[in-house]
């Protein structure tokens, strides 16, 4: 073979090696160059019969050539082999192992709340309502009895937009929208995101969540309330949990009374989570104020109800002993793990 023939020998060799799509492609290639009655062994044994001035460049490109091809075609290989890691690791993969299963993701913990506190309050006969985040100033304020110089109603304090309506301060709207489109009994909670211009800190987030509960009959009593309240305490912190009313005022019930869970830490005798006082405040409650029946077309003289509203992240954080309320909204995987 002369110097010309080599070169372009040489060249095709490398391509068809580097074309090679499967093992038997690459062993072909092998065989066709390599192999012992291939095309390189008969070079070297014509290489007496090539022109002198050639003979040393011949022999030069042909043992260069041998060496380049055999590697090309020994990582061709190692490609090919499945894992694209090389025949020495593919070789020791036990394929015995058993797989990697994919993590499992677990329920945030308000999520979490929520679902649970439904589930008591629907052994109870309530289900679930629900109203929008976007509120008009009615819901939220007049129709519930609360009146434009009533400091919540304040730029201060809510998020009012440009069209007039507002971010939410509470889930009580939700009351006035189920009341006034269904007549009574009403039996209702109504869980949901909440907003309020508060600054973050360790117990306050702008945005947060309030499970509302509604209970509209004809003779409905305070001391329903507070059962229906206690029993709600036993099932979600446990039977030890004690709770007390103490007198308190919302625009939109009356009498209104604030509900506070005896402390699950510390039993009642003081610890940090309950600040020393043995208790913890839960929800604002109380019997539905007469004026609000009447904004929504029921008769104040035969309707009597309860309604009540709490903070499901207060909840949350005294359950799962969580000290920051901002852990709950960083998302950062290593806390919602342990859920
Ligand atoms: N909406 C009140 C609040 O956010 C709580 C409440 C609900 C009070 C229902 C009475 C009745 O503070």
Redesign the pocket.
């Given at each position: 073979m002369d110097l010309e023939t080599l070169k372009k020998t040489v060249a095709e060799g490398l391509e068809e090696a580097g074309a090679a799509q499967t093992a038997d492609a690459v062993e072909a290639v092998r065989i066709t160059y390599l192999g012992r009655k291939g095309l390189m062994p008969q070079v070297m044994k014509e290489l007496k019969t090539v022109a002198p001035e050639e003979k040393a460049e011949v022999g030069r490109l042909a043992n260069t050539f041998k060496k380049e091809l055999a590697e090309l075609l020994e990582s061709r290989r190692e490609e090919l082999s499945g894992d694209g890691k090389g025949a020495a690791e593919s070789a020791t993969f036990d394929y015995t192992l058993p797989g990697r299963g994919p993590r499992r993701g677990t329920r945030h913990p308000i999520s979490a709340v929520i679902e649970e506190a439904v589930a008591i309050f629907g052994r109870m006969g309530f289900t679930v309502a629900e109203g929008p985040d976007v509120e008009t100033p009615y819901h939220n304020f007049e129709a519930l009895n609360t009146p434009g110089y009533h400091p919540s109603m304040d730029r201060q304090d809510t998020f009012w937009l440009d069209d007039g309506k507002l971010l939410r301060?509470?889930?009580?709207p939700v009351?006035i929208r189920v009341m006034e489109s269904r007549t009574p009994p009403v039996r209702i909670v109504t869980p949901g995101r909440?907003y309020r211009r508060d600054t973050t800190d360790a117990t306050h987030s702008a945005n947060f969540h309030?499970i509302?509960?509604l209970y509209v009959d004809s003779q409905v009593s305070l001391a329903d309330l507070k059962g229906t309240l206690a029993y709600f305490a036993h099932e979600m912190m446990g039977p030890d949990v004690a709770v007390r009313f103490r007198p308190h005022f919302?625009p939109?019930?009356e009498p209104?009374v604030e509900c506070d869970f005896s402390c699950h830490v510390c039993s009642g005798s003081g610890c940090r989570v309950c600040k020393g006082s043995g208790w913890i405040e839960i929800?604002?409650?109380?019997m539905v104020d007469p004026r609000v029946f009447e904004k929504v077309g029921y008769d104040p003289e035969t309707t009597t109800g309860y309604?009540?509203?709490?903070g499901i992240e207060r909840i949350a954080m005294i359950r799962y002993g969580i000290p920051d309320i901002r852990l709950l909204y960083e998302n950062d995987m290593r806390f919602l793990r342990q859920f």
């Open positions: 301060t509470q889930t009580s009351q909440c309030q509302e509960g919302f939109f019930t209104s929800a604002g409650a109380g309604a009540f509203g709490m």
